[in-house]
């Protein structure tokens, strides 16, 4: 194996592994500093910040050989023998260097930037800079300018790193962004008309090291160091992007992507990032009620009285309902948790063991869009199509689907319907309601109210992605097991919960537990046995293994 | 000094000596039609390897080692990028080259791709130029009519194109990984190396870059010998492994305070006063030289009794300067303010610095600034330590930049301050005589005053 000399300390590398310096510095434990590498993005080596010694061991005498300037880390790749120093004066000189002349332009106006607190520039300032401003300019004024419907570039406050640049060259592959002028009067830009407008532009935001670009959604929204960050897994579409959400006191400020080299790597889309302000909607179903009479059809003369069911009560009158109704039909939605979905299906066999099992509504919109740099939109707009899948095989539903539980209904072969949906936005019509209008009972779980949710006799409101805890598996068969980030609004069971409950299990809802047991009941689920690793695991890897 | 007759020059006042008609009368392309019935790319690679030719662009790099870095059997195409972006402060031999004898040029051009097998030459103009432009243009559709350009050139199998690019006016572009990305069409930023042009280059195809004057010279290798060539100039230092000697004609920019500026031919190694008293008719009005550039203005200040250094490849490195760079020599007279060059010097490289990486793209400015601030009589004795500081630690050589830009705008800066750090200090202390001992940093902040 090659072996590097970190600062003295040796560390192995895989034979194959095609590492730069600042790459095996992190193995060694040390943090070299850089702004304008990214491991996502083309090398450029034009920060600088990077600098360090760097030489050669000699295999056979054990001499090294220094090479006699600095040079970039993210430029230099290592090999068997390769030296790397990042401590010594030079290097330490170096780097305060840069850090003042990267502070002569910048206006040092941390207390009104967003980025503060999560700043590269002050980070490494602290870290690596010198106490005094030798510099004696007037910093200018933070100058700013709209370059997209998702960004505001605060010009001055640019280091120049060009990671923004690179990204839509590279990555989008739109060249929205470049530099204009030159020298230290050069400065990012957009070309007239030409607005930072393709559907990975947030991702600019998280690369800029500096509070140059700033995200409108989040700007003055909330000082980042009151964030606390939960790993989570987008709800957007069937790509089921890793995430942090950044959330405090149970509000979601932002989703950042959280790197995931088998899902999404460093990037998340605009669709995405800016999915979760129906969280916090005003217009969300809170509570739980069921319809006080019998429900006739639509248009017989007003809606019926409801009233409000404690949740504790719904767990045994939904029960005795859906009991006392007959044949039982349930739509168990893609945006369910695998755990939720299996709960679910085995809360329905309890209550008519011939209850019809399907898939709910799968919502798509376009088609998979794919972009230079790997990075796929899918058209299916749900998280966990293919887990639920799983679940209703290991019921022996599978391949049912939304359209042959309609067509079910609309046959008269069942008497009750219980549709879990959870869907961002609106999903179904009046006119695909109307299959559900004539059955006994109809419970409908839904964030919003929809035509489906005005027929139902029971409405439980539904919880959100980062509501719930559990496992989606997505389109490529990528488990990832998250936990809920922040509390669903006051008084909302989320579903797992609910079904738990159902199920007559005691103590609080554990959906670990629950996990365990789906990964037992089908060799599908095995690879989610035991403690999964953040980035998730290939399910079906694990079937080959 | 041996007795020397202008070659690359021997078309300079000759009644259309640019036409083809004209060079051919002076025994023009007849190498080119020798070279091309009976000769191989390996013989010329080799001509020129053992001819000892340094490129004429400004680092001096051996021409023959250059083009044995291409790749070996590759299916190409390989390019050869001909850097006419002569755009170095001082430096005009390439202009003259191109407007008073192109065929010469097209000729050691049509020579070097034959032995880098480059199919495809692209020559990359300065925007300023545009006689240049016209004269270049004219004489490759000659050299098209007359067959040697084109396909199939004198029956000898081997094509050749050569396009003429007019750049759009920046000095980066004059770095060879900055002109490939402009000629490519990007900004021209210079690339990060590995891998060098000769690997990867313009198109991310092995590419040659070479200067207008070393294409001369290769066509006068050509046309004189090997052996004509070595006579001229200073040999290999033998105490010096790595000394490759620096053989050949050199053309000489001479300006600033001499009586007669021009370019002018000599061999290599010609002191610099030397050049100043015999060609340039001494330094104007009878006065003295201060300080002389010896090779553009990036590389540095010799002081007056420094002149006897001889400018070849190795000579301005002895007293401290970057080295020839392009040969052109600039006379700064005795009565000139050396705060006064600097400040220019420093106003140019702010002006051209590509803004890559943060030492040149910050230093070049703050240094400009800090000279804006000596000048209008606020200077003091700490700002020369900082400007030392920014001239010693910008550049390729201590590895802060990518290219040599800011190695050639740090040069200046240090030199000037070393060498005439007294001027500097005289000057700081009788333009500021209350504020120059302070060594507080400049209140760079605007402290809004409480209470």
């Not at chain 2, 202008?6 to 392309?29: M, N, W």
């Not at chain 2, 052996?227 to 290999?236: E, L």
């Amino acid at each position: 194996m090659p072996v590097v000399i970190v600062d003295g300390q040796e560390i192995e590398i895989g034979a194959d592994e095609r590492l730069n310096c600042i790459e095996a510095a992190r193995r060694a434990g040390k943090e070299i500093p850089h702004y304008c590498w990214h491991p996502g993005l083309s090398v450029v080596a034009s920060c600088r910040m990077c600098l360090i010694e760097t030489g050669q061991r000699d295999t056979a005498t054990g001499k090294i050989t220094m090479v006699p300037k600095l040079v970039p880390g993210c430029q230099t790749p290592v090999k068997d023998g390769t030296v790397i120093v990042t401590e010594s004066q030079l290097v330490k000189d170096s780097r305060a260097r840069v850090e003042e002349a990267l502070l002569i332009d910048h206006p040092i106006d941390c207390p009104i930037c967003d980025k503060a607190g999560e700043c590269l520039l002050q980070d490494y300032h602290f870290e690596h800079g010198q106490p005094e401003r030798r510099a004696d300019l007037q910093p200018f004024h933070s100058r700013k300018r709209d370059v997209g419907p998702t960004v505001t570039l605060f010009v001055d406050r640019c280091i120049m790193c060009t990671r923004c640049v690179r990204f839509t060259r590279e990555i989008a592959g739109t060249a929205e962004l470049m530099v204009t002028s030159r020298g230290a009067k050069e400065e990012i830009d957009v070309f007239p008309g030409h607005p930072l407008a393709n559907k990975l532009s947030g991702n600019v935001v998280d690369l800029c090291p500096v509070g140059a670009l700033g995200d409108k959604d989040f700007l003055y929204q909330q000082r980042v160091w009151f964030l606390k960050r939960e790993a989570n897994v987008c709800g957007g579409c069937s790509a089921g992007c890793s995430i942090h959400t950044e959330h405090n006191q149970d509000a979601v400020y932002r989703l950042k992507p959280r790197e995931n080299p088998h899902v999404n790597k460093w990037w998340i889309c605009d669709e995405g990032r800016y999915g979760w302000h129906h969280l916090h909607d005003q217009a969300r179903i809170l509570d739980a009620t069921r319809k006080a009479t019998t429900p006739g059809h639509r248009g017989d003369g007003g809606t019926p009285a409801t009233e409000s069911i404690e949740w504790a009560d719904v767990v045994v009158k939904l029960r005795d309902d859906l009991k006392a109704a007959g044949r039982l039909a349930v739509a168990v939605s893609p945006m369910l948790t695998v755990e939720e979905a299996w709960m679910l299906c085995a809360v329905a066999k309890s209550i008519d063991p011939e209850a019809f099992l399907a898939l709910g509504f799968v919502p798509t919109q376009g088609a998979d869009e794919s972009f230079p740099g790997g990075f796929t939109i899918r058209a299916e707009k749900c998280p966990n199509r293919k887990g639920v899948e799983e679940v209703l095989a290991v019921y022996a539903a599978g391949g049912r689907s939304w359209d042959d539980l309609v067509a079910h209904v609309a046959a008269g072969k069942a008497d009750a319907a219980w549709i879990t949906a959870g869907y961002p936005g609106p999903w179904i019509d009046t006119a695909a309601a109307d299959a559900f209008a004539d059955l006994g009972q109809l419970v409908v779980q839904d964030l919003f109210d929809s035509p489906l949710m005005r027929l139902a006799t029971w409405r439980l409101p539904a919880t959100g992605f980062a509501e719930r805890s559990g496992t989606w598996v997505n389109v490529a068969h990528h488990a990832q097991a998250f936990r809920q980030a922040i509390r669903p609004p006051a008084g909302v069971w989320p579903e797992g919960r609910l079904f738990w409950n159902m199920l007559g299990r005691r103590g609080l809802y554990d959906p670990i537990a629950v996990r365990q047991q789906v990964a037992t009941s089908s060799a599908a689920f095995a690879a989610l046995a035991g403690e999964l690793p953040a980035t998730g695991v290939d399910l079906r890897l694990h079937q080959i293994a | 000094m041996q007795p020397f007759k202008p070659v690359l020059l021997e078309a300079v006042g000759v009644p259309d000596g640019h036409t083809i008609a004209s060079y051919k009368s002076r025994g023009g392309y007849a190498p080119l039609e020798a070279t091309l019935a009976g000769k191989q790319p390996a013989d010329v690679i080799e001509m020129v390897k053992s001819s000892g030719l340094r490129g004429r662009g400004g680092a001096g790099f051996p021409t023959g080692l250059k083009w044995t870095f291409l790749p070996k059997d590759h299916p190409g195409p390989i390019y050869l990028c001909i850097n006419a972006d002569e755009s170095e402060p001082g430096t005009f031999n390439n202009r003259i080259l191109m407007e008073d004898d192109p065929h010469q040029v097209i000729e050691g051009i049509i020579l070097s791709s034959f032995a880098t097998r480059a199919s495809t030459a692209y020559l990359y103009l300065r925007y300023e130029y545009p006689k240049s432009w016209h004269r270049l243009q004219g004489a490759i559709d000659e050299a098209y009519a007359a067959g040697y350009l084109g396909k199939n050139i004198r029956g000898s199998g081997f094509s050749l194109d050569v396009y003429l690019h007019r750049g759009a006016a920046a000095y980066i572009c004059g770095e060879e990984t900055g002109l490939i990305e402009s000629l490519e069409g990007k900004r021209a930023w210079p690339r990060i190396k590995p891998p060098f042009p000769a690997i990867e280059g313009l198109f991310r195809k092995p590419t040659v870059v070479n200067n207008i004057e070393t294409m001369a010279c290769v066509a006068q290798i050509a046309r004189r010998g090997v052996d004509w060539f070595k006579s001229i100039g200073v040999p290999a230092d033998p105490a010096n492994p790595r000394d490759p000697g620096s053989y050949g004609p050199k053309l000489y920019c001479l300006s600033g305070h001499v009586e007669k500026p021009g370019c002018y031919e000599a061999a290599l190694g010609i002191t610099a006063r030397e050049l100043i008293d015999r060609f340039g008719g001494g330094v104007w009005k009878g006065r003295k030289a201060k300080a002389v550039i010896p090779g553009g203005i990036s590389m540095g200040l010799m002081t007056e009794s420094e002149l006897d250094t001889p400018l070849d490849f190795a000579g301005p490195g002895k007293v401290g300067c970057l080295g020839l760079g392009t040969a052109a020599v600039v006379v700064i007279d005795d009565q000139t303010s050396i705060v006064d060059f600097l400040h220019n010097s420093a106003r140019f490289f702010a002006h051209e610095s590509c803004g890559q990486c943060t030492p040149c793209r910050e230093g070049t400015s703050w240094s400009l600034r800090i000279l804006e601030r000596i000048k209008a009589g606020k200077g003091r004795l700490k700002d020369l330590d900082i400007l030392l500081e920014l001239g010693t630690t910008m550049g390729m050589m201590p590895g802060s930049t990518i290219c040599g830009l800011a190695d050639g705008a740090a040069w200046p800066m240090k030199n000037a301050i070393k060498k005439f750090r007294g001027e500097f200090e005289d000057y700081i202390k009788r333009t500021n005589p209350s504020g120059w001992m302070v060594t507080d940093p400049v209140p760079a902040l605007q402290i809004v005053g409480a209470h």
